[in-house]
């Protein structure tokens, strides 16, 4: 190819038959593609500044438009080595990430009735105290929905030392009863204290008793309440039970406790939507860790 023949393009003056000739040729050499193609783009831009008309436009815009078409062919990818859209794979949405805890509900027909989220239903508690002693009968403030019930041993203490305990015979909502047993001399206001894995189930139950009614802000003041309790491991075996077991785990800052949990509640096979909240939490914990 002569400079000549180039210097000609360039001032548009090649007939239409040499400028297809020309461009043809750039189809098996790169370089003078690029070439050919810049210098038809920059006679385009100097055209529109000085707005003349010369008498090669037509030639010019003959030329332009065949590069700008063989822009379009494999032909030129091939030349230039570009892969194909097609050979680009396609990368899976990421899983969402939630920004805390999202905690599930029970479905219908598994949450014990007596711990539902009522209106005005206090939060369950780890420990209480002895409100009244009546003939060796012991009344206690903590009841079903602190997750206690009939025949429950129950500490009692006194400044930080465990007294003994007493075994519940009468449970209600939100007390229980129990006789003194002999030998053990109890006084009001004495501390009380739940078995932690009943209080860890009955906190359970009433995270998922307001994330059915969707309080997730309840949901989690239960859990921030759990996870300042000692770490215990209960048998669960519903995937909503799994996943909030990983949401307290959290908020205790048991990154890889938490994690588990979430696993195992996956592994639980819970439903696409639950199980789409399940892998946010989870993907959240991974990230923090």
């Known amino acids: 190819m002569s400079e000549d023949q180039l210097h000609r393009f ?16 750039g189809l098996d050499d790169p370089d003078l593609f690029e070439e050919l193609t810049c210098t038809s783009l920059a006679r385009t831009a100097l055209t529109k500044r000085v707005r003349r008309w010369p008498v090669w436009l037509p030639l010019a815009g003959l030329a332009a438009a065949i590069v700008i078409a063989l ?33 599930l509900a029970h479905r219908v027909g598994t949450a014990p009735v007596f711990r539902s989220a ?25 009841g079903s929905l602190d997750g206690l019930a009939k025949g429950t041993d129950a500490e009692v203490l006194r400044d930080g030392n465990v007294l003994g305990r007493i075994r519940l015979t009468t449970i209600f909502r939100e007390s229980a009863r129990a ?13 009380v204290r739940v078995p932690l894995p009943m209080y860890l189930q009955a906190a359970l139950d009433q995270i998922a008793a ?21 770490k215990v491991d209960i048998p669960v075996t519903s995937y909503e039970d799994w996943n909030n077991l990983g949401g307290i785990a959290e908020y205790r800052g048991d990154r890889a406790k938490a994690q588990s949990r979430y696993e195992q509640a996956l592994r639980a096979d ?20």
């Open 10 to 25: 360039a001032r548009g003056e090649l007939s239409a038959k040499e400028s297809r000739e020309l461009v043809q040729k």
């Open 71 to 103: 822009l379009s062919t494999s032909l030129f990818r091939r030349s230039l080595r570009m892969p194909s859209t097609d050979s680009i794979p396609v990368a899976a949405p990421p899983i969402a990430v939630a920004e805390m805890p999202v905690f």
């Open 118 to 142: 009522d209106s005005g239903s206090r939060a369950p508690r780890m420990t209480g105290s002895v409100t009244s002693i009546a003939n060796r009968t012991v009344t206690i403030d903590l």
């Open 179 to 191: 006789e003194m047993p002999p030998g053990l001399a109890l006084s009001v206001n004495d501390s």
């Open 210 to 230: 307001l994330s059915a009614s969707g309080d997730q802000e309840g949901a989690r003041r239960i859990a921030r309440q759990a996870a300042a309790g000692d």
């Open 270 to 289: 819970p439903p696409q939507e639950a199980r789409r909240i399940i892998e946010a939490n989870l993907a959240r914990a991974r990230s923090a860790r």
